[in-house]
């Protein structure tokens, strides 16, 4: 393969159907006479996106042929289909085990009552309060956010009024997580953003000192995730590799 000048980063215009022009030049590129596409691993963004993108494959298949392997990288949800893809990558104990979500909630629940004593609210509100702020926590993880970041002087000026409210509740939130995230350490876990990002950097690393020898292609992912946003970097740079927007 000849020396490539710099990036694989394509777009497909918006007026455009993006699983059909994506399917369209994945076909031509990556078919295989024995193999079809199945040695490509094509990444998405959701679940909604791996069936749209199979389905336009089944239209645009012309006889049949052998998916892609497709895993989902870009959603919250944070789908299992990750670690199949790149814990073989010899992870291994360098990748804590995620923390089991249901656990999480309900000890973060527990931490919540003890944090705010009488103020707590009753069991339902209380449960809804741990699945918001669980959520937080996935979302600071998710986007690399420091919780100092949080209580800078230039964030209490940009709520003004209720910059006392939000510094408080601030510090709040921080002695709870501090809590879980000892509890995680003591368990030797990590909550399942955290784990997915170490992943994301356990695999740029591995494929920048180790290229695959298989096709990688990412395509309509958009995260804010810094993690992410490295490894699609590096997929870019692979000599078998390209990043679609």
Do not use: C
């Not at 691993?41 to 389905?55: D, F």
């Not at 006889?63 to 990750?82: C, K, S």
């Not at 309900?106 to 699945?131: V, Y």
């Not at 002695?175 to 000892?182: D, G, I, S, T």
């Amino acid at each position: 393969m000849a020396e490539r000048a710099g990036p694989q980063v394509y777009s497909i215009a918006a007026h455009r159907g993006f699983a059909d022009a994506l399917v369209a030049g994945l076909i031509p590129r990556y078919a295989d006479p024995d193999l079809g596409l199945a040695r490509l691993t094509l990444l998405l963004p959701s679940r909604r996106a791996e069936r749209i993108v199979t389905e336009a494959f089944v239209r645009l298949s012309g006889g049949g042929l052998l998916l892609p392997r497709m895993a989902v990288v870009g959603d919250l949800d944070l789908d299992e289909t990750l670690g199949p893809l790149l814990d073989p990558l010899g992870a291994g104990s360098a990748v804590p085990p995620a923390a089991d979500p249901v656990r999480r909630w309900l000890r973060l629940a527990d931490l919540l009552r003890a944090e705010l004593g009488k103020d707590a609210p009753k069991a339902p509100g209380l449960l809804r309060l741990a699945f918001d702020t669980a959520r937080t926590m996935d979302r600071l993880a998710i986007e690399g956010i420091e919780l100092g970041d949080l209580l800078q002087e230039r964030v209490a000026g940009i709520v003004g009024d209720l910059a006392q409210h939000w510094q408080q509740s601030t510090r709040s939130f921080a002695r709870v997580q501090a809590l879980w995230l000892a509890e995680l350490a003591a368990r030797g876990e990590v909550d399942p953003p955290v784990r997915r990002n170490m992943l994301f950097d356990h695999a740029a690393k591995r494929w920048q000192e180790l290229p695959p020898k298989q096709p990688i292609v990412a395509a309509g992912i958009t995260s804010a995730s810094p993690a992410l946003a490295r490894l699609l970097r590096t997929i870019a740079d692979l000599p078998d590799g390209a990043v679609i927007l």
